[in-house]
């Protein structure tokens, strides 16, 4: 009778303080509400699949009652927390700093209610920890000793990431105790082409000439280069991954550079490698920008989901591809600078084309530095609205 009483007690406890935040959400302050709080207490209390089965559920290409959702470099500097700690800390020192690596990756789960919580870092930390130096500003990275024989391949380790890249392995581990059991924790890297891009050019550089060349002039020691990177891209992700890390993304910023024969030759042979590694962990997202022409190739990577920008057709590339793997995407970044009626209706155009089917909802790039935090929010709380079954015939026609 007791276990009775005090289980009632509870329940009417829960759904008077989901009335306060309701209340709250309608007529105080949006910017002071503590978004994810509420997500959870309404899932506690409707019995609603929580974030982290939801994204997994996702991946594996399953029919889901919403999509989840977040959004690449959704830490960053359209959040003027984040920048507050930027005035006072460099990029790198972000990165390295588990205290504040932990506090920038929480600011946006915090502040826009996303689904999921990728850990703050960069893609050109594994380039550091095989031997480059790095320096990395608000002007871009620069690698000053760039990869250009084979002798500089050669010089390149493997490195232990739980000595080199520890800090981010520890960052993670803090995420995960600080969001609990039901959110996702993503981790990430380069794709091995978009790393050697920047290994051998030492910054970004239109149409990368130098790296091209490279490929053309010595393509034996290219392959080796990019194995390199594969080898240490396993252990660097089976870290973050030993951490807590629920699923991890690769990016492949620059493989839309490639001619369709030499992504087939270099690029995917080394993105098979690393996910072939990773094989019975976790889900691996692979992210291809400008890669229309590739996707059929990118179908084979055998990554769990394939994310693309907003120049490709969710619907269309469901129906060339199948159901067997998951999509992630693809809202153009600059439509969040639009107005709030032109962000809901692209956004929910977008979760109609493939019907609340193995799809996770994301920007088809990053989120750019300028973008209003309320319209950062109003694109999450619109994608997290419950899917219309209704809706679900305009991904399976054709």
Not at 140 to 147: A, E, I, R, S
Request: charge should be neutral; glycine fraction near 8%; aromatic fraction near 8%.
């Amino acid at each position: 009778m007791a276990d009775s009483r005090s289980s009632i007690a509870h329940r009417l406890g829960a759904r008077i303080l989901l009335l306060v935040c309701c209340l709250y959400m309608a007529f105080g302050s949006r910017e002071r509400i503590c978004y994810p709080c509420c997500q959870t207490l309404m899932t506690k209390l409707t019995g609603e699949i929580n974030r982290k089965d939801l994204f997994l559920r996702a991946c594996r290409g399953e029919e889901l009652p919403r999509v989840p959702v977040w959004m690449m470099r959704q830490a960053g500097r359209y959040l003027p927390e984040y920048r507050e700690i930027r005035a006072n800390h460099s990029f790198l020192e972000v990165c390295k700093t588990p205290d504040l690596a932990v506090e920038v990756s929480l600011q946006p789960f915090r502040r826009v209610g996303v689904d999921a919580v990728i850990v703050f870092s960069d893609i050109l930390i594994p380039a550091e920890a095989m031997g480059l130096p790095l320096e990395l500003g608000d002007a871009g990275p620069n690698l000053p000793k760039p990869v250009r024989s084979k002798a500089d391949v050669d010089r390149l380790k493997i490195f232990d990431p739980e000595i080199e890249t520890g800090f981010l392995s520890e960052a993670i581990r803090r995420i995960v105790r600080e969001v609990g059991p039901e959110v996702p924790v993503l981790g990430f890297a380069a794709a091995p082409w978009t790393l050697a891009c920047y290994m051998v050019e030492g910054k970004t550089r239109e149409g990368f000439a130098t790296v091209k060349s490279f490929l053309y002039h010595e393509p034996q020691i290219f392959r080796e280069l990019l194995h390199k990177i594969a080898r240490a891209t396993i252990l660097y992700l089976k870290a973050q991954i030993a951490a807590g890390a629920a699923a991890v993304q690769l990016f492949d910023t620059w493989c839309g550079e490639l001619h369709i024969r030499d992504y087939e030759d270099f690029a995917l042979p080394a993105v098979q490698e690393v996910i072939a590694g990773l094989a019975g962990t976790v889900p691996v997202i692979y992210y291809t920008k400008a890669s229309h022409h590739l996707l059929p190739a990118v179908a084979r990577s055998r990554a769990d989901v394939l994310s693309v920008d907003w120049r490709a057709d969710l619907a269309a590339l469901r129906r060339q591809l199948g159901p067997k793997i998951a999509l992630q995407g693809n809202v153009d970044p600059a439509v969040l600078f639009g107005p709030r009626e032109e962000i809901q209706t692209v956004t929910r155009e977008t979760l109609a084309t493939l019907g609340g089917v193995g799809h996770i909802l994301n920007l088809g790039h990053g989120i750019l530095p300028t973008t209003p935090v309320e319209n950062a929010r109003l694109f999450v709380e619109t994608g997290k609205q419950p899917f219309a079954q209704a809706a679900q015939p305009a991904a399976s026609k054709g």
